[in-house]
């Protein structure tokens, strides 16, 4: 077997070095009556060609977003990944390495954490950002207990505009921890007022900029209104790409800013392995759930990096932890910090431009169609529509002409009749000209 | 500091004088410890019962609570700790004291330790 | 005669700067076409100001990565004995499979008719798991072990919860990894630590003691984190059950066990695989993970959304809980898991299959006995006997020494390897885990064998100042975390900003 490096005369001359006449030996501790002396029924050993002709042929049953135009957003975004990012990433000295416990043969690793973390914090205009969390929806679940923990108290209130997975695990988590969440109506409209949500034992207001259903909205009065509370604003996003073109959560007054980091290097995957980011303010740092990498020096005095303030985790601080996140997103944070590095400034916001005049344009020739009407007044590079027809027939009419033409929202609040005819449409720098003739023109021939 | 200074079995230090007792941990706990890096101090106006856990400090490997050798209201915590920390490390008897607080019951100071009984309990551990 | 280079550079170890201090404002890696002119509809709140991003080329890149790539060590290079985190080989035609057109590219929330095929690798992995473990429900979303963890203490209470009370504590072994309470805290419980017996198992009788009506659930890492097993783990199940509690066990060591132990034949009510760990996945510099876990029948109801059911020839999700049969207790993440790490486990699990996935336990444990052996005469074993898939040394070899255990993995750096685990389990004094896992040819035991026992004899030889200088050789030397905990620096400033 090609990944077993011991031979059968290793494996002899091993077993008399240890003095037992075989591997059974070792197992004496295991109850005989559990013990399996045959493998498993499930297929046997294959090779390279054979695994690969299995896997491609579960590959080839299903659509591509890269094979057809694609209209998909809803918290997951194709981006065009610069072929040098996931080159680099698949160097096995990233890949292969494990959580930099020893700093002195981790400086590679430590030192592009240290990067994303200082890039997070400049995109989000927050003080610090922590070296990545698993997802945009387990984030907001850590910020909301984060707050919990930095206010003392025990309700969060969740915009109607926030991303109902990201609300879900939540409610989810806030369940089990005995503390109470106040989920604001569905906001369609985007015209949502928390106000009257909010009172001094609201420990945080959760929203969401761009929100799911693409609004793009001020939060200064929101924050204000917070504070006066003594309420944290939290503020999440599902679109890293938006914080190129729009005022940052920090401007607007956000104490812990969480989100969605996989449109940057990372492919859509199915849904996963995602990116979950966090940044806060500088004086909630020892709340905050995650590693930390800080600046210091060796002995030498040379700078280097470490993993700090790890008194927070659990491998130290065990039940009192400010959360059980051990293994994060290492690599995925690592094709975040290159692909940004390969953007720069410049590129970047190019970037965000460039989703934002895709979406408008699409916005001007889907309002077009008879039995389509915009919902927003204000998106980034996602909008909502109002169909003349349920949202999910006409999205399966694309799918017949090889089109993926969004998300019928009624998928993410399933038994809401409200939500059958809204569609959510998403554009970036990938769609061309072309892959907008073809939704215009599917469209009109569908509704 | 001279005879009314009390330990607990969890290395806190207690001196009281008058009312008025002031709290930290002692010279064995800080060598435990190693290079203390943050303390987290009780509010002044807390009330603390015999026991309670009042503050936190750190290491960078390790993390421990103090709980309050007696019972009482916290009266000024060490701001002092929180810029320099290593005073801790450098003074644990003095200079990196905790708190002090106005003492409800003093007769709690007789189940704590004194100096002497201190020393041997320490000598015990190793 | 100078003794240091110019450039402060080492031959290959090339210092680097940060990418923020290689800026050449206006440089782009990336070429877009001119933006469209469109009309603004971002609502009067464009951003305004620089962000700071710095400005670099693609061979500017690619060299930076290449040279931050440079001073990690990693399981490409050689032998990772970490005990308790299984780091071996990551094959690369996973690598390869994860990114196939049809995979990589698949959206999350597509109409299910055009991803049956990836659903249909869902179920697939799922169906290895629940076979290689006697188990009859995965849930398949959790994103680490630790997720896990928490995805299966949330079954537990919902379970409970249905019963009426949903009791207030869980017990752990002492020995246990530190996300288990921390995920216990998480689930709303309190945590009560059970101690070993002597032979660094489990003291039944005190758990007995302790197994009250308060206790919702007893986790046990198994083998442990002492790489022992359990041996009276069908009594602990009993006695778990018997006193009303579930049985969780932390599949963090399923190395040694896959294709031999069935977790299933042993009464546990769920346990988290760790796919980063026995299924090959990278760990990629800490991540992503992946932590699907196996529910027994008592459980099974409560598995959360998303699942994939299979209908005939037609896979479908099944997303919310208003639609799931049973009694989801909620949701762990977004999506459906970490799908791209599903498709690397499976090519995983495939290539081996069920002969090799056995000889991959039986080969980690002859390993790790081949290293306890081996070294048992210099260092101190901390239990005897023989062990599972990794082995257990404590710090009295070095006693009046003058050499910590930290010192010891410190000088191993310079020897070109990765140290052991250090400092965990916390229940012996000093800890020394090896793990070495099956895919170690004897010839690289036998170096590592070599370095350790001259290190040990070293150590022995009155050099306590070689050991608390170590290392010398590696791209820093010992850093000072005293100083980065007390003033944090956990961004870069640019100069002017600077006080």
Request: hydrophobic share 40%.
């Amino acid at each position: 077997m090609r990944y077993l490096p011991l031979g059968q005369s290793d494996r002899e001359e091993m077993l008399k070095d240890i003095g037992v006449s075989s591997v059974d030996d070792l197992f004496v501790d295991v109850p005989k009556s559990v013990l399996l002396d045959t493998p498993v029924d499930l297929p046997k050993t294959a090779g390279e060609m054979q695994v690969e002709r299995s896997i491609s042929a579960m590959a080839r049953k299903n659509l591509g977003t890269s094979q057809a135009p694609s209209f998909l957003g809803g918290g997951a975004y194709r981006h065009h990944v610069p072929a040098a990012v996931d080159h680099l990433i698949q160097r096995g000295e990233f890949l292969t390495s494990y959580t930099p416990y020893q700093p002195e043969v981790s400086q590679g690793t430590l030192q592009y954490l240290f990067e994303f973390q200082t890039q997070v914090s400049m995109l989000t205009g927050m003080d610090v950002a922590n070296a990545s969390l698993y997802d945009g929806a387990t984030a907001t679940a850590e910020a909301v207990m984060m707050a919990a923990r930095v206010t003392k108290r025990k309700k969060a209130v969740l915009s109607g505009g926030l991303h109902p997975h990201y609300r879900d695990v939540t409610l989810t988590q806030a369940r089990f921890m005995d503390f109470a969440v106040e989920s604001a109506d569905v906001d369609v409209e985007g015209k949502e007022d928390l106000t009257a949500l909010i009172d001094d034992k609201t420990a945080c207001v959760v929203v969401q900029n761009p929100s799911f259903f693409g609004h793009v909205k001020d939060l200064t009065g929101l924050a204000e209104t917070c504070h006066e509370k003594g309420v944290l604003l939290v503020v999440a996003f599902g679109e890293v790409v938006s914080l190129g073109a729009i005022t940052p959560p920090g401007a607007m007054g956000a104490d812990i800013v969480v989100g969605e980091g996989q449109s940057l290097g990372n492919a859509v995957n199915y849904g996963g392995p995602y990116l979950g980011l966090m940044a806060c303010r500088q004086k909630f740092v020892r709340q905050m759930p995650g590693r930390l990498v800080g600046e210091t020096t060796d002995v030498e005095g040379r700078r280097g990096w470490v993993l700090t303030l790890s008194t927070r985790e659990q491998h130290i601080r065990r039940e009192k932890a400010t959360s059980n996140i051990c293994t994060n997103s290492g690599l995925c944070a690592l094709a975040f910090n290159m692909h940004l590095t390969m953007l720069g400034e410049v590129g970047f916001t190019k970037l965000a431009k460039i989703n934002h005049a895709h979406a408008s344009l699409l916005v001007d020739r889907l309002e077009e169609i008879s039995g389509v009407e915009l919902v927003n007044e204000s998106f980034f590079n996602e909008f909502t529509l109002r169909l003349s027809k349920p949202a999910t027939e006409v999205v399966d009419a694309l799918v017949e002409k090889e089109i993926l033409g969004g998300i019928p929202v009624s998928r993410l609040y399933p038994g809401d009749s409200d939500m059958a005819d809204l569609l959510l449409v998403a554009a970036t720098e990938v769609n061309t000209v072309e892959d907008m003739d073809a939704l215009v023109n599917g469209l009109k021939e569908v509704l | 500091m001279m005879a009314t200074v009390r330990f607990t079995k969890d290395h806190e230090w207690v001196s009281v004088d008058g009312d008025t007792a002031t709290v930290g941990v002692s010279d064995y706990a800080q060598q435990q410890l190693g290079d203390v890096v943050f303390v987290e101090l009780p509010e002044t106006g807390t009330s603390l019962n015999k026991g309670d856990e009042a503050a936190v400090v750190e290491s960078v490997k390790a993390a421990s609570e103090l709980y309050s050798p007696i019972s009482g209201e916290v009266s000024e915590a060490n701001g002092a700790l929180e810029d320099e920390p290593s005073l801790i490390n450098s003074s644990a008897m003095g200079n990196g004291w905790f708190y002090k607080m106005t003492v409800s019951n003093t007769a709690e100071l007789d189940e704590l330790m004194d100096e002497t009984a201190y020393k041997g309990y320490i000598e015990g551990l190793d | 005669m100078p003794t240091h280079s110019i450039s402060g550079n080492r031959g290959l170890q090339i210092e680097e700067q940060l990418i923020f201090e290689q800026d050449n404002p206006g440089q782009t890696g990336v070429d877009y076409p001119d933006i469209p002119q469109a009309k603004n509809r971002l609502g009067g709140l464009d951003r305004e100001g620089e962000i700071g991003l710095p400005g670099l080329s693609e061979p500017q890149v690619v060299r930076h990565y290449m040279r931050l790539s440079q001073k990690n060590y990693a399981i490409d290079s050689g032998v990772y004995p970490l005990g308790s985190c299984t780091m071996k080989h990551n094959p690369r035609l996973n690598e390869k499979m994860a990114r196939l057109p049809g995979l990589a590219d698949l959206h999350p929330l597509q109409p299910m008719q055009t991803t049956q095929g990836a659903m249909e690798l869902m179920s697939s992995c799922a169906n290895w798991l629940c076979t290689l473990t006697n188990m009859p429900v995965v849930a398949m979303s959790p994103a680490a072990g630790a997720h896990g963890e928490l995805c299966g203490l949330m079954a537990v209470r919902a379970a409970l919860e249905d019963q009426g009370y949903a009791r207030t504590k869980v017990l752990v072994p002492e020995s246990a990894h530190g996300t288990n309470p921390a995920s216990a805290h998480l689930c709303g419980y309190s945590v009560e630590s059970i101690p070993a017996k002597e032979n660094g198992r489990v003291n039944l009788d005190v758990l007995k003691e302790k197994l009250d009506g308060e206790v919702a659930c007893f986790m046990l890492t198994n083998p442990n984190t002492c790489g022992l097993f359990e041996n009276e783990i069908l009594d602990i199940a009993k006695a778990v059950h018997d006193a009303g509690a579930y049985f969780y066990c932390d599949g963090a060591n399923f190395n040694a066990i896959v294709g031999v132990v069935r977790p299933g034949d042993l009464g546990i009510d769920c346990m988290h695989i760790n796919l980063h760990k026995t299924f090959s996945t990278p760990h990629g510099g800490g991540g992503p993970g992946s932590g699907p876990v196996v529910f027994s029948e008592a459980l099974a109801p409560y598995v959360p959304v998303p699942y994939v059911v299979q209908e005939g020839d037609t896979y479908r999700l099944v997303e919310d809980e208003a639609s799931a049969e049973g009694k989801p207790f909620g949701r762990m993440k977004s999506f459906h898991g970490q799908f791209g790490v599903f498709v690397r486990a499976l090519s995983y699990m495939m290539s081996l299959g069920s002969d090799g996935l056995r000889q991959v336990a039986r080969d980690a444990v002859l390993n790790a006995n081949y290293l306890a052996v081996k070294l048992e005469g210099s260092l101190s074993r901390s239990y005897e006997g023989v062990c599972m898939h990794e082995v257990l040394f404590d710090d009295r070899f070095l006693k009046d020494t003058g050499v910590t255990t930290l010192d010891f993995a410190k000088a191993l750096l310079d020897e070109g390897v990765h140290p052991m685990t250090m400092y965990f389990p916390l229940v012996v004094h000093g800890a020394l885990l090896m793990e070495p896992t099956e895919t170690e040819s004897k010839q690289s035991l036998d170096q590592f064998i070599e370095m350790v026992l001259g290190l040990t004899e070293r150590a022995k030889g009155d050099n306590a100042r070689y050991f608390e200088q170590a290392p010398r050789m590696t791209p820093r030397r010992r850093l000072d975390e005293t100083a980065a905990a007390r003033k944090p620096v956990l961004k870069w400033v640019p100069p002017t900003e600077e006080a």
